[in-house]
């Protein structure tokens, strides 16, 4: 039982240079989530899915795009890579009703 | 605006004191607070939480209470310990009834330093 997982870890990108961060969760949780994290301002969320099938934007969405695969899976990409999506990014999981989300180890991305 | 927020960026205890960590929202809609701990490049990992029907909830030796008049909730740790320095978020969840999302929306982090 890994919980969630998420690849890459680490990831380099120059402006401009798109990129998918992968992430897969073996809870059987309905909802998955993505956030970043910048110093001092907490975990801000990108995008959520609330159930298979179903994708909605979150505080700030702009410049990203997300794929439920299945389930288990929940992609975030960037397209074209912007210097200010230099972050820590975590994906999280959660049985909605419960409240408490499971996170992922993070994948730390610098943009050139 | 920040809907929940945690106004001190830092907090030093010595070992075996307490540790109280204190976190304000201005939602009244939010129905479950949690805590989460991080330690560097890990990711978050959840603590302990509370529901808006409560006051209190205990779990070993962290305690987490919510003054709802005061729109407050505050994080004990009791003794702590060296372990415990890591950066603490509170987090609200907003009730949705049968929309629930499960949305939640973060503090900016609390890093406790617990000297030996």
């Known amino acids: 039982n890994a919980g969630v997982t998420q690849t890459p870890k680490f990831q380099v990108l120059k402006t401009g240079q798109s990129m998918t961060l992968q992430c897969a969760q073996d809870?059987?949780?309905?909802?998955m989530y993505w956030y970043r994290q910048d110093p001092g301002m907490g975990l801000r969320l990108i995008y959520y899915s609330a159930s298979e099938g179903t994708t909605d934007k979150g505080e700030v969405p702009n410049g990203y795009n997300v794929s439920r695969l299945n389930k288990r899976e929940f992609s975030l990409r960037l397209e074209s890579a912007a210097p200010s999506q230099t972050s820590v990014y975590f994906c999280?999981?959660?049985?909605?009703?419960?409240?408490?989300?499971?996170f992922g180890p993070g994948t730390r991305l610098t943009v050139l | 605006d920040q809907q929940v927020k945690q106004n001190s960026p830092s907090l030093s205890v010595q070992e075996g004191r307490i540790s109280i960590l204190n976190c304000d929202y201005t939602n009244s809609m939010f129905d479950y607070f949690l805590w989460y701990k991080k330690y560097p490049a890990e990711g978050p990992t959840f603590l302990i939480s509370?529901?808006?029907?409560?006051d209190k909830n205990e779990d070993g030796r962290f305690t987490v209470f919510l003054n709802k008049s005061a729109k407050h909730l505050s994080l004990h740790i009791v003794p702590s310990q060296p372990g415990d320095s890591a950066v603490y978020f509170c987090a609200a969840k907003e009730a949705g009834g049968s929309s629930n999302t499960g949305k939640l929306i973060f503090g900016q982090g609390t890093t406790l330093q617990v000297k030996p």
């Open positions: 509370i529901s808006s029907i409560k």
């Open positions: 999280a999981s959660s049985e909605a009703r419960q409240g408490a989300q499971y």
């Open positions: 809870m059987n949780h309905n909802s």
